[in-house]
């Protein structure tokens, strides 16, 4: 597996000079390989892999609640992300399970392998100590996303245990939280590189 390049990878000439698929010449290495001419800072990342980990009841996407989640199915949902991911030379691990210490082990295992993972955690969001401990402990870069608005819903859904310890929250857009929450992970993996 390629890391991510948000660019088209330059093809090398006989003389070793880099050229890109459209004829234009790389312009700057600022020392580590990753200066594209058209751009003014370096943007790879060394990312390789994205984790997207959903909690109970999401397998039922589509015909669970749509007026509140929508009807896309939690399949549709990972195909969008499989084929975003594919295109950046990322691998997309895509789960679902109704028990939390599922969700705490995955979390523990992207966490440690240092792979970012967008956490959909459902109720366990707002009831899961154990799951806000697997992220701070296993040190996970989390950002959360809810397909629902919850501050528009009922109380108890305001609260988050997740939201203290991810680097962000995307909530109230339906499918489209989960792609927004992939580019704010290549978005951060790449600022943090550069
Ligand atoms: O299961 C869910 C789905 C949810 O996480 C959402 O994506 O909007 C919001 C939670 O409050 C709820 O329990």
Redesign the pocket.
């Known amino acids: 597996m390629s890391s991510l390049r948000i660019s088209t990878l330059p093809r090398f000439g006989r003389d070793g000079s880099a050229v890109f698929a459209d004829g234009l010449p790389l312009l700057f290495d600022p020392g580590y390989g990753c200066g594209f001419g058209r751009f003014s800072s370096p943007i790879e990342s060394h990312m390789r892999a994205v984790h997207c980990l959903n ?4 397998n039922l996407l589509g015909s669970r609640e749509p007026e509140l ?1 929508g009807s896309a199915t939690l399949a549709s949902i990972q195909a969008r992300l499989a084929a975003a991911c594919e295109s950046r030379g990322l691998a997309l691990h895509f789960r679902q399970s109704n028990h939390e210490g599922d969700l705490i082990t995955w979390v523990q295992d992207a966490g440690l392998a240092g792979e970012p993972i967008i956490l ?4 366990y ?2 009831t899961s100590i154990a799951l806000r401990d697997a992220i701070k402990g296993a040190n996970a870069k989390v950002i959360e996303v ?3 608005n ?1 501050h528009a ?1 009922e109380g108890f ?1 305001h609260h988050s245990h997740i939201s203290p310890v991810a680097q962000g929250v995307i ?1 109230g857009f339906g499918a489209l939280s989960y792609s927004l929450a992939l580019d704010a992970c290549i978005a951060l993996a790449t600022a943090s590189e550069s």
């Open positions: 909690g109970p009841n999401l989640y959909n955690a459902g109720a969001t707002h809810h397909l629902s919850i819903r859904r909530f």
